[in-house]
Antibody, heavy 119, light 107 residues
Framework: QVQLVQSGAEVKKPGASVKVSCKAS????????INWVRQATGQGLEWMGW????????GYAQKFQGRVTMTRNTSISTAYMELSSLRSEDTAVYYC????????????WGQGTLVTVSS | AIWMTQSPSLLSASTGDRVTISCRMS??????LAWYQQKPGKAPELLIY???TLQSGVPSRFSGSGSGTDFTLTISCLQSEDFATYYC?????????FGQGTKLEIK
């Protein structure tokens, strides 16, 4: 069965960077885009960007341009999302999600990773 | 970017009720719309894609309709497990934005 398993919670200081991992199993990793979505406590879903694990191509929401980097390691079927210059407003749960082949809706999601930014 | 207006933001209903949630786009997106359900402390789950196609395993009391700019999620006979927050998402054009969410609570 398709599974996306994310790394554990992180606590970071303002100005630092965080790198969240998302390990895929149960399907061919390179055949489906991975998207990243975040959710601040009590708030809605915010789409951050996508990555094609086959080519490494990425697309980022303008809000995160220059601060976010999405990468992958195909040998271990793992996608990564790194966010730099963290500020308190980046405190949120970060989700990876698989985009359905040929379409872009998100059919499988990771369990989420809480990133807390606090001095 | 495409702007989305999801309404209502809060919906109070009882078990057995029929409810509808609306999602309106700032421009036409054909049928490139998905609906997700999220329960507290959990990741969202896909309910409907292509505006009206039910994801495998989703109960038939859920249905979606619409195309272009106006879309609707309907739950025909609310069950206790349906009380959650619902989000629409357009995947017609980058960035693939979400609606603001509708919290469905027990009346």
């Amino acid at each position: 069965q398709v599974q996306l398993v994310q790394s554990g919670a992180e606590v970071k200081k303002p100005g630092a960077s965080v790198k969240v991992s998302c390990k895929a199993s149960g399907y061919t990793f390179t055949s489906y885009d991975i998207n990243w979505v975040r959710q601040a406590t009590g708030q809605g879903l915010e789409w951050m960007g996508w990555m094609n694990p086959n080519s490494g191509n990425t697309g980022y929401a303008q809000k995160f341009q220059g601060r976010v980097t999405m990468t992958r390691n195909t040998s271990i079927s793992t996608a990564y999302m790194e966010l730099s210059s963290l500020r308190s407003e980046d405190t949120a749960v970060y989700y990876c999600a698989r985009a359905h082949y040929g379409d872009l809706f998100l059919d499988y999601w990771g369990q989420g990773t809480l990133v807390t930014v606090s001095s | 970017a495409i702007w989305m207006t999801q309404s209502p933001s809060l919906l109070s209903a009882s078990t057995g009720d029929r409810v509808t949630i609306s999602c309106r786009m700032s421009q036409g997106i054909s049928s490139y719309l998905a609906w997700y359900q999220q329960k507290p402390g959990k990741a969202p789950e896909l309910l409907i894609y292509a505006a009206s196609t039910l994801q495998s395993g989703v109960p038939s009391r859920f249905s979606g309709s619409g195309s272009g700019t106006d879309f609707t999620l309907t739950i025909s006979c609310l069950q206790s497990e349906d009380f959650a927050t619902y989000y629409c998402q357009q995947y017609y054009s980058f960035p693939y934005t979400f609606g603001q969410g509708t919290k469905l609570e027990i009346k």
